[in-house]
């Protein structure tokens, strides 16, 4: 095995996924993370159950933080990020915001996304109203164990909406992606609430249901079926408050009728951003942006993972909105490419 | 002011005043016009479990709202208002008074199942339609129908008797649903049996009207029937919120 490390960048799934790849075959890795902590967005976002899983993240990010910590073939780097990149494919040389640079062979970008604010929607009352809240928040709610409650008053709610597609699919505000994974995620919100709550009753508000493949089943049907959630096709024009409940304005395009509904607790299913970071990430690795801002990808039929530089791969929601089985795939696929790179094998990732 | 298209407002919600005086203006007449808006305020969150323990709406909640039902439909051929996908929706949304607004039309199902054939998620539509018409009747928010007084009239005499005696059901049918007894086409068809049936079947049907002979050993099988009627009648009550006993 070669002698030089390849670079990880960011502890996330993917990041977590590419380097465990790498120890597995005896191949050294460096994880560069600038949080203080391994697991990326569904531990420092406070995930509760994984879609489609249904696995704590705790438990499943928690478990893959754990096979990498120690492990004799992986350095990690918490609180830390690169500052400086140079060199060519199999002699990169890589400088940190903190103690010693060194030479690596390829990189693996894991660089993930970033939640979409939903103070950029102001229509729809997230800070302005206390008790609209977003869908990482009840993830939070759940996985702390406080239970879903309304934030004005702590009480459990009756009625809860959710509203779809926000910050996705939205010209309006340069996002026009689908974030591909909040309907299911939503769905899944929806049942756990009702589970916890059973009297309390959850609208969705969609414009379109993308509980793509096997995920119709397990979450879009479940969810009505067997938990009674309600979808109505409507894009929500403003939400307002009478003081007390939240106030969700839109039409309910079926039946061509204008809806006024009272909730108790209005959810934004945000959706992914890329990650705030990527022009500081695109100009110091020197790989480019797609038109979006997440990290370009070349073809998918050369090198697994490739980005626009030889040498420096890419996997996760770096890329674009992505799940996290997804990003766990891509980054043992791309993990793949970089150990071709570290064994001289460039024309195989060409 | 005349208003574009005027077809799209429920004429109930145009408003004028035929004497209005504002800030001196005298605005009186179509001066005045204008329209109170169209807005749901509110879901009645039980309507689709309502509908979902009467017999035939217990599919409903898998509907995906694609239309394949309306597309099929018999009677949508002829009157564009008779629209199951539409009603379907309401009832799962909760959206009670829209589907009251509908309900001297949803009664007017063919049976024909045609949609229970086009449906891709097997919610069964003309049992949904079947449901709400009951429903309906239950809620009184409609007379019973014709269909419903035969039907009592039929089942009452099943349970009485074991048997069917059409005569009675006839005469009964007629008198329940207040109708007279002396229709034309009866006479008619009365007449003509009196020329053309044998005298052993006219003696017959005329004996069986008189005395309505029972199947042997009913009692018990009539006891236990009734006994779950009762029962079946009381949960769909009971579902609806109603007091058990009608």
Redesign the interface.
Known sequence: MSSKPILIVGGGPAGLAAAHSLASVGQKSILVEKMDSLGGTPIHSGYAKLVPSGEWAKDAIGGMVERVTGNKFITIKTGTTVSEFSGKAGNFSVKYSQGKGNSVASVVLCTGFTHFDSINKPEWGFGTYVDVVTTTQVEQMISSGQGVRRPSNGETPKRVAILLCVGSRDRQIGREWCSKICCSVSANLAMEIREELPDC?V?IYYMDIRTYGLLETKYY?KS??EF?V?Y??ARIAEVTSDGDKIIVKGE?T??K??????FDLVVHAIGMDPNVDNMLISSIFDVDLEPNGFIDRASAYGGVGASSRTGVFVAGSATGPETIDDSIAQGQAAAFSALAIANGQLAAVE | MAIHEKHLIRPENIKTHDNLVIDGVDVSGHWSTFIE???????N?QL??EIAALPGGEYI??CW?CGSCTNACTVNAINPEFNPR?WI??I????ES?LLRDKEIIWQCVSCNKCTYACPRDVFPEGVMKATAHWLEMKEHTAPSNSTIFDEEFTRQVVQTGKIEDGRILMNFLKNSKQPLFQDWLIEMVKQMVWNLPVKYLFGMGWATLFQPKTRSWAKTRAAIEEHIAEEKAAERAALGLDPVE
């Open positions: 009753h609208y049907w009505q079926e009674k309600k109505i096709k309910d079926l039946v009728r204008p809806i006024t509904i009272p | 808006t169209r807005v749901v305020t509110d879901y969150e689709e479990e909640h898998r709202q539409y929706y309401l799962r949304m909760g959206m829209e």
